[in-house]
């Protein structure tokens, strides 16, 4: 049983930057492309980065591109997102994903942690 656990949220003002994690068990960690997403409320599942399996691909949604940094530690089966110059409009939960190939779609990605709600205020 694959279990993806996020952590790292919470409140910020703008401008701030935010280290997001999602810890994999019950996976070979070291075999899946990575997947972080976001969903807004009142929106639809949004792509924001992935990576994969050994690192050496990673893509962003344009709008993240730049200012958020996806990476991986594998012998931590861990994943990471560092967020840059956070906007009110980056306000959304984020969640984690571990799927079969690296891919800005969420339908390669099987497996899908809980979320981490991130807010930033003006």
């Known amino acids: 049983q694959v279990q993806l656990v996020e952590s790292g949220g919470g409140l910020v003002q703008a401008g701030a930057s935010l280290r997001l994690s999602c810890v994999g068990s019950?996976?070979?960690?070291?075999?899946?492309?990575m997947g972080w997403f976001r969903q807004a409320p009142g929106k639809d599942r949004e792509f924001v980065a992935a990576?994969?399996?050994?690192?050496?691909?990673?893509y962003y949604a344009d709008s993240m591109r730049g200012r958020f940094t996806i990476s991986r530690d594998n012998p931590k089966n861990t994943v990471y997102l560092l967020m840059n110059s956070l906007e009110p409009e980056d306000t959304a939960v984020y969640y984690c994903?571990?799927?079969?190939?690296?891919?800005?779609?969420?339908?390669?990605?099987?497996?899908w942690g809980q979320g981490t709600q991130v807010t930033v205020s003006e």
């Open positions: 990576i994969s399996w050994n690192g050496g691909t990673t």
């Open positions: 994903a571990a799927g079969r190939v690296v891919s800005g779609s969420d339908r390669p990605y099987d497996s």
């Open positions: 019950g996976l070979t960690f070291s075999n899946y492309a």
